[in-house]
């Protein structure tokens, strides 16, 4: 997608806010796109039960036009455009009778590089984890909707510290994923409860103090976390 489709884009969201009834535009054609110089076979009609199933997706796509991660990650237009053919699944009506839509922040739909904002973007931000981390790894932040923005993503993915390296990132998955429900374990995201993931984000940037933490195996790391995080372990 080009900036004046980016724009366009942009504009539709907004105007969905007040007008939920308002024609999406057509944006596959220039001045608003142009071909990705890659042929990439992509199903504009492919629904998606989760996050880690819309990443698993693109991951087979990219490979299959023989596309390296560090190729795609720059190519804001292309994850704007993925977010613009599959804006249903991102913005579901939630009124059939007006219908209303759930619309969140521009970030969600119109990819940016900044740091701030890249791991919002609802295409981009799951793609980046499980290419990264691979399946069994990501799954403790790609467990939810395509639509929803898990505490997960937003303690961990928006800390680059945290989220690149792999060893911290498979201790947390030790820790909170329950693997036969596929879903976090019961209190994980409370703010309250001992051990929770805020607080593994804070006992992480005090080892950072005192250990060589980016060097450590995830055994390591969880051996060494308080007697709070015990009960997590099982």
Known sequence: MLPEGEQKFREYIHNLKTNPL???????REPFSKEFSSVISIDETRKFNSKQELAEYL???FTGADLKREGVLPQNGMWTWLAYIWFDQFAPITNPATPERDIKE???YICSS???DYYRHLVSGPYIIYSLHGADNSNIFLYSRVNEHNDFIEQFASRQFII??????????RLYFDCQSGQPKRGAQSRTRRG???RFVSVIQQFELTYDIYTMSADG???LLPPEFNGWKT
């Open 22 to 28: 308002c024609q999406c535009p057509d944006l596959n």
């Open 59 to 61: 991951q087979n796509c």
């Open 106 to 108: 521009d970030a969600k």
């Open 114 to 116: 900044h740091y701030r």
């Open 164 to 173: 690149s390296h792999k060893n911290i990132v498979e201790a947390i998955r």
């Open 196 to 198: 929770n993931i805020r």
């Open 221 to 223: 790391i969880l051996n």
